[in-house]
């Protein structure tokens, strides 16, 4: 019994690293290799210079990586280090690549830096009298974002305050953050990313 026991699992665990091997196709398991360089083997990168991408909204991703191949995203950031990777993708890898990150393990948000409190106060509420609308209605109340809207929890602290003074600053364009962000301050950049960031 346990010989036959022994031989299911075998059979089973070669069944599964075949599926798996079929299911990425040579060009997209270079692109995951390229992206894996940066961004971590489950997108989960080690540097805050590189954006978490486990658990991302898959059309965000897919979004993103368009941008970057049609170079409608032209931020510094994307010129450095995105329009060369995202330049031979086609659309199935760009979906693939997607799903992939999506669906891996994300990383939870720590909420328990020191302007916490002010931060959580400000993404679920906003302040519209100075026209901050609340993060909450684009990413979802536990920031764990909604379709084309990214999930910002569990990120690095440092990458969200670097996005966040871009969409300010106008470096990074978007109809939707450049005028919110525009009225932030140093303190509520601080503020939200120490309610949202894992450091």
Not at 12 to 30: I, M
Request: one cysteine or more.
């Amino acid at each position: 019994m346990k010989t036959w026991h022994a031989v299911v699992v075998a059979m089973t665990a070669f069944w599964l690293t075949a599926t798996l091997a079929v299911a990425d196709s040579p060009a997209e398991a270079k692109a995951a290799g390229a992206c894996q360089k940066c961004h971590g083997q489950s997108g989960d990168s080690v540097s805050p210079i590189f954006p978490r991408l486990n658990g991302q909204q898959a059309d965000y991703l897919s979004a993103q990586l368009r941008a970057f191949r049609s170079h409608a995203r032209d931020d510094t950031r994307a010129r450095t280090y995105m329009w060369i990777v995202a330049h031979d993708l086609d659309d199935k890898m760009i979906a693939d690549l997607g799903k992939r990150y999506a669906s891996q393990k994300l990383t939870p948000a720590q909420s328990g830096g020191a302007l916490a409190p002010e931060g959580e106060k400000l993404f679920l509420n906003g302040d519209l009298a100075r026209g901050v609308v609340a993060c909450q209605q684009c990413h979802g109340k536990s920031g764990e974002g909604n379709g084309a809207f990214p999930r910002v929890a569990g990120q690095h602290g440092a990458y969200l305050r670097m996005v966040m003074g871009a969409f300010r600053s106008g470096l990074r364009k978007s109809d939707v953050m450049g005028p919110v962000a525009k009225n932030l301050n140093d303190r509520e950049i601080e503020a939200l990313s120490s309610y949202l960031a894992n450091d």
